[in-house]
């Protein structure tokens, strides 16, 4: 028996703290593991009976810290806002110390060049620098999984260290042995870098953070005694329960999903659907958890709550794309995973080149390799990928879409074609009446005899023609029955028979009623008029298919209906390739004809499209989809707007070509970068400042997705 845990491990701030603890925990035999660096999540799947705690104490062995449950009662919040503030004051403490250091290779001043108050000055920050980084560093080398944290110690202890042996074993020649500033320029800048970071990467989940604060903390629970009277009681949200009612006044956040059964409100729902104006409902309607009330008040019965809500599925989905790696990704973890044993390598043979065979001084030679350890720095390389995806993802999440994970991203550029199904897609799937003929009856009467018949019966078309002609007067019938497979009989008071049915049990003896209706009405013999009934286009529908045409993907309707009712739609939405009443499997077998050819997406909401949305490329689905429908498609349009398809894909191709830009500066600096340490030409404080600046570029290269136009 198999569990999944999640849970948020402070530390874990790039890409090489995520896969040193990705490598730990396949180690300790976990599966199913993902570490998202930009949120600080960490997911994996462990045997029921596997201790959990000890699998925590081994990531706190690394230098990071698990928050554990019994953490959240003083709240996670606040310990994060402590551990910032922490590592401010020790930011700004070392770049006090550092700047004089680094004024006196630009001043005269004596005292700035007195051996004695370098030592003083860059002591502390040594110090502070060994307290930050050490214990990471020792623990991964325990691991047999080096991190960045060891390149950076052993940079800044080999400067210290051989200026402390100048200044104590050989006091004439100490210019030679002073580099007291390296050691503070080293630690000062990583910790600056890791600052910048650690703030511009969580400016990448700002969209998580807005949806989890829309969950209300508080909800107002109705009660009723025995003798039916109301009370009305403040509770934590996680209390309450399917079937609880919950009163929610204007201004109040929706605490739970649930359907309407007193009241009628204009809904806020923005954050979950990406429709700009409140939308009005009344009884019956349904509700999402964290939408907003803006003005009115319900009465909600709860029927989704915690984990269950759309709120919180929508979170969860965001969160596991997130920690999708793509194939690049998954390129680039691979490479740091061996970086830092190779650039240690590196680092000895750049000392040992330019000391014994360039022939420059081992301070200069020693320095160059500093540098080189200082320089490299995988962490860009883990970064280029995750802080990507959460810009992306988050403002796929706040515009109306759900892209379940970031391989799906580098899928989308990819497909040629888009597959629509009809009903519930292209359409709205709600009936309604185009079009009738009446003869030799009035209009009123065709319609109350119609409407007293058809309200016996339970068949989709008779419920939309009831919803449209309910009002149409009555006329009394006597007795109705339903002929399976024919239509509807009945009797009136005058003892006529009325026969409301296909024309193919109507019109068998040639009768001349116009062909081409999907119902007839007949009195006794005696045909009396008919009428058809069509599923209407999206509002949204040709707007869709104009965009992607423009666009150049070429669109097909692949319906299960008849022949003649996707030609129409077709026709109507310029859609040239058509393939009408095909089985599920028929679709299966079609969509991969259409995938040999180019890649495909599938856009589908049915049961019946579930294999096709899932043997697809890319599978699309609507948020008013069957849930066997969601489950199989990669991308969710939770507006269940169709207009929001062409910017899903527009985000999807932007975000991979930002992951793309990411890479390519990640592995650009770190090829150039090293080879140019070696040579001399950078200075460990300079390589130090450039790395630390590396991953802020990259995160603000990434946040330009969430301003960059879409529509």
Partial sequence: MEKTISTVVEGMTCGNCALTISKLLERKGMKNISANAASGEVNFTIEEQTDVDKVFDAIDDLGYKVVREDDTTSGVGTKTETSSGRETTLLITCA???????????????????????????TPVYLIGCYVFLPSAIRSLMHRLPNMNVLIVLGASAAYIYSLIGLTFFPDQIHNYLFFETTASIITLVMLGNWLEHRTVRSTTVAIDALVQLQPTTARVVMTDSLGRETVMDVDSKYVRNGDVVMI????????????????????????????????????SKVVAGTLVSDGNLKVRATAIGSASVLANIIRMVREAQATKPPLQKLADKISAIFVPTVLLIALTTIVVNYFLVGVTFPEAMMRSIAVMVIACPCAMGLATPAAIAVGLGRAARNGMLIKGGDTLESLKRVKHIVFDKTGTLTTGKLQIEKFIVNDITEDDFKAVITAIEQHSSHPIAKSILAQWGQSGKYEMKEVRELKGKGMEAEDTQGNTWRLGSGRWLNEGGSAAEAGYDLYLY???????ALKVGDTLRDDARETIAQLNQMGYKTILLSGDKKE????????????????????EQKNQ??????????????????????????????????????????SA???????????????????????QTIKQNLFWAFFYNIIAIPVAAAGYLTPTWGAGIMALSDVVLVINSLRLGVRKIS
């Fill in 565 to 584: 009712k996707c030609a129409a739609i077709a026709a109507a939405l310029n859609i040239e390739e058509v393939y009408s009443e095909q089985t599920p």
């Fill in 249 to 284: 006044n204007s201004g109040d956040n929706i605490p739970v999903d649930g359907d309407i059964i007193f009241g009628e409100a204009e809904i806020d729902e923005h954050m979950i659907t990406g429709e700009s104006l409140p939308v009005r409902k009344g009884v019956d």
């Fill in 96 to 122: 006090l110390l550092t700047l004089p250091l680094l004024l006196h290779m630009f001043s005269n001043w004596h005292v700035l060049h007195n051996p004695w108050v370098q030592f003083a000055l860059a």
């Fill in 634 to 656: 990669d991308i969710i349009l939770s507006n269940n707007q169709l207009s929001t398809l062409p910017k899903a894909i527009r985000l999807g191709i932007y975000t991979e």
């Fill in 590 to 631: 079609k969509l991969e004809e259409l995938m040999a050819i180019a890649p495909t997406a599938m856009v589908g909401d049915g049961i019946n499209d579930a294999p096709a949305l899932a043997r697809a490329t890319v599978g699309i689905s609507l948020s008013e989809s069957t849930q066997i429908a969601i489950q």
């Fill in 523 to 529: 009195k006794n013999t005696e045909y009396r008029g």
